[in-house]
RNA sequence: GAGCUUGUAGCUCAGUUGGUUAGAGCGCUUCGUUGACAUCGAAGAGGUCAGAGGUUCGAGUCCUCUCAAGCUCACCA
């Protein structure tokens, strides 16, 4: 007999155990082909796939990654009970930069850094970590009840996915897609790596503007620090002010002695803004780069002036050395003492573009890196959008992925991190002498040089063997290739930006999955996943799915909101808010987590949840639970009266087909959200509180009331597929239903 | 500055091509417990659907404007 509760921690491991032992999540086990088989064939010939968005390999789950499994489950669990041919490939990520950070993290504490190691060795130490660590989303993942095809996981660094991945490149490549300029980038000196445009935050800041004296001219800056990298002053072309200056030279009375610098004129310049003169620091400034690139046969070569490490170098003079923040105070005192600062402007409000990872401010520097051509790919895309090949979910982010596509800039994909897919890139040792090379030699030393300086000292073994950093001249040579083309060759030490890999995820996991897998799940049915990657990963796979492939990687793109504490505010550590969705599962099963998600979501739009969301959810499974308790007991004594007619059984039976029709509407548009709102209203208010207790007035016959039973259980699955599941059991222990396993059960119709 | 989204009960949110007395959870009021469930049931209070105009036989739903909130992008050195 039944239990009088509903108790979640009881059932949910051994139900999850039933599901595997009868391989139910696998579209080639003996199970789901009877299902396809007495299905109807419409359905029986179609297929649908889910590819799970990779949550990192060594992260505890947040709630959005509960939200996922959530929704992506009920998408699953109701294509296979329809009967289609149903997989989801589920993955994990090796979250490169993010992986990378914690690592460093944790060297920290033992006293030491990644500048300790050689590349390959303290790639080998991540990859041991992360391999301890790994089982911890995929466990997760697994208590929240997902009903993925684990025969078919793929890790992001796994041998064949690196491979394919390597193969886009060298396609890409050959393709004319990939090339190599040295512009400037955005760097974390923090992080130590260059991030595209994407991974940038703007934060508003209060700051000083600084008007300094450069020779007759007075200039406004926030950043006087860099003026020791300034190559040249510019003026609007109309300016009157400063018509006479125009194409001259000026001398400037500078700290490390005077110079001279030469006026330009360049549209960019805002004769309203400070003096109407801005100096020009290609080197560290995006604006200054591109007006130095107007403008290059009047303006010198720039100098870099700040390092990788956020530090003043050498052109500096006697300020070199100092970090950028220390270096501004301490020119903007030795200015002052000069009598060169007019004025400060203390209360100034910019926005100062921060690291997406630590929020140190970014640098722009120059670094020769990566870089892949856009335009063709996003035209493909917005070609595929046209004709309506992907419908994306989600309140208006069809108009912003648009939006996105049309503006897209080339895409740097070189990080200098070492947790990644190295770039098969190889520049001969020999014709690079000018290559900058950091390595740790046999004696535990970390030398830096001009490669053709070092190769006088060490060997070109023990320089490949201690590699850490190769940094080649914009012009190197260099071949691609999967293998290393011979021993006189050194490899690129950067790793392909995480989500260039990420991009081809669709299409790798089924190329180097079961034999067909491709021709068979591919195009993918949904993506499902939350809104904040829509640019960095969706954007993107569907750039790389159509350039792989010819094809949309998913025919539908559905977008989840935030999920955001009872205040609506957003979750994070610092405020003490965060909702683990592994308590929840554990206090009120993973059920009434799911259910409570997902009950009135709608795509793209944020959701607030609170602790009375999942103990209502946790409710409506012991409200189900109970019913069929009741049903249970009732059954027994009045079975066989099936004959017999009850006043409100046609009613009843009409209902329960609008229903089974409605919910299946509901879920082939997406409308989850409302569907289980659907789901729950009728079980509850009509069903158990008008149903049941009609039938004991025996209005209802009680046979027809254990069918509709069985009916919401079946609709109730893919929502809490646990408590269904444990239900369905009892059922098949009374020799009540004959499908064996509600899983891979018939949808009602 | 540009774009997008949102504004419905005290709180958090549903309400899919416009169609009868606008829904749920939590909270609140009153009542109810000899077995399906107190993780329950019955009854109830509470909304001029942000505001104004328009289209329509009919608008929470469509259009225009206003106000408010949020997000994203771009920014003047």
């Known amino acids: 007999m039944l239990d009088k509760q509903y108790q979640a921690k009881n059932y949910e491991s051994e139900i999850y155990k039933l599901w595997l032992a009868h391989d139910c999540f696998n579209p080639d086990s003996q199970i789901n ?32 990654h509960a939200m996922f499994v959530a929704l992506e489950d009920i998408l699953i669990r109701f294509a296979r009970m329809q009967g289609k041919d149903t997989v989801w490939i589920p993955g994990t990520d090796h979250a490169g930069i993010e992986t990378q950070f914690v690592f460093e993290k944790k060297l920290k504490k033992k006293g030491q850094s990644r500048f300790n190691f050689d590349r390959e060795t303290l790639f080998q130490m991540i990859w041991n970590y992360v391999s301890e660590n790994s089982a911890i989303a995929v466990e997760q993942i697994k208590k929240l009840g997902a009903s993925a095809d684990w025969s078919r996981y793929k890790f992001t660094l796994d041998q ?10 060298i396609q890409m490549n050959k393709d004319g897609l990939v090339y190599r300029a040295n512009r400037l980038v955005n760097f974390c000196p923090k992080c130590g790596t260059a991030f595209s445009n994407l991974e940038v935050d703007h934060q508003e800041q209060v700051t000083s503007l600084y008007y300094i004296k450069y020779g007759p001219f007075v200039l406004a800056t926030t950043r006087p620090e860099t003026k020791f990298g300034d190559t040249g002053l510019a003026v609007h072309p109309s300016d009157q002010r400063y018509q006479q200056y125009i194409g001259q030279e000026i001398e400037v009375e500078g700290l490390n002695g005077n110079f001279k610098l030469k006026v330009i004129a360049d549209e960019f310049v805002d004769p309203k803004f400070g003096t109407g003169v801005v100096k020009i620091t290609p080197y ?24 990788f490490a956020g530090r003043l170098t050498q052109a500096a003079g006697k300020y070199a050395g100092l970090k950028v923040a220390a270096a501004r105070e301490q020119v903007s005192k030795d200015l002052e003492a000069r009598g060169l600062l007019v004025k400060v402007d203390t209360n100034y409000q910019n926005n100062l573009g921060v690291c ?14 990566f870089y892949i051509k856009v335009k ?37 994909i070189s990080r200098q991190i070492v947790w990644g897919i190295r770039l098969p890139v190889w520049y001969k040792i020999s014709e690079n002498p000018d290559a900058l090379v950091t390595f740790i030699d046999k004696a535990k030393q970390r030398i830096s040089g001009k490669l053709g300086e070092l190769l006088k000292t060490y060997s070109p073994a023990e320089i490949s063997q201690g590699l850490q950093n190769i940094n080649a001249s914009v012009d190197a040579q260099y071949v691609i290739s999967q293998n290393n083309p011979g021993d006189a060759y050194l490899q690129e030490t950067d790793t392909f930006d995480t989500w260039f890999s990420s991009s081809q995820w669709p299409f790798v996991t089924l190329i180097n999955n079961k034999a067909g897998d491709l021709e068979r799940f591919y195009p993918t049915n949904t993506m499902e996943t939350a809104y904040d990657i829509l640019m960095f990963w969706v954007m993107r796979m569907l750039m790389m799915g159509v350039y792989q492939t010819g094809q949309v990687p998913f025919k539908n793109v559905y977008l989840h909101g935030l999920i955001r504490d009872a205040k609506k505010q957003k979750m994070s550590k610092s405020k003490g808010n965060v909702t683990n969705p592994m308590e929840i599962s554990e206090k009120y099963g993973s ?14 739009l944020d959701k607030s949840v609170s602790d009375g969301d999942f103990k209502a959810m946790r409710n409506l499974c012991n409200k189900l639970w109970n019913a069929s308790r009741f049903i249970l007991l009732n059954t027994k004594e009045h079975l066989g009266e099936k004959a017999k007619k ?6 009843f039976q009409t209902k329960m087909t609008q229903l089974t029709q409605e919910i299946t509407k509901n879920l082939n548009a997406f409308q989850i959200g409302v569907a289980a709102d659907t789901l729950y209203n009728e079980f509850w208010h009509w069903f158990c509180d008008q149903s049941i207790e009609e039938s004991k007035k025996d209005l209802i016959n009680s046979d027809l009331l254990l069918d509709g039973l069985q009916v919401f259980l079946k609709l109730f699955h893919p929502f809490m597929p646990f408590v269904t599941e444990a239900i369905w059991q009892e059922l098949v222990k009374e020799k009540l239903v004959e499908e064996k396993v509600l899983a891979s059960s018939t949808w009602p119709t």
Not at 160 to 169: H, N, S
């Open 33 to 64: 082909q009877e299902l396809r088989a007495k299905s109807p064939k419409i359905q029986a010939n179609k297929s649908f796939s889910i590819i799970m968005p990779p949550p990192n390999a060594n992260d505890p789950l947040h709630v959005g």
């Open 160 to 169: 064949d996915i690196v491979k394919t991945v390597l193969e886009t490149f």
């Open 284 to 307: 560290h400034d995006f604006n200054d780069f591109a007006a130095w690139q107007r403008h290059k046969a009047e303006l010198p070569e720039p100098i870099q002036i700040i390092d």
């Open 356 to 369: 997406y990872r630590c929020g140190s401010p970014i640098e722009p520097l120059p670094l020769p890196q």
């Open 376 to 412: 063709g790919l996003t035209q493909a895309v917005l070609e595929k959008l046209d004709h309506k090949e992907v419908k994306v979910y989600g309140a208006g982010h069809n108009k912003i992925l648009r939006h996105w596509l049309e503006t897209l800039e080339d895409w740097n």
């Open 591 to 604: 059920d009434a987590l799911r259910m409570a998600l997902v009950i009135r979501s709608s795509a793209g």
């Open 646 to 651: 009850c006043p409100n059984d046609q009613v």
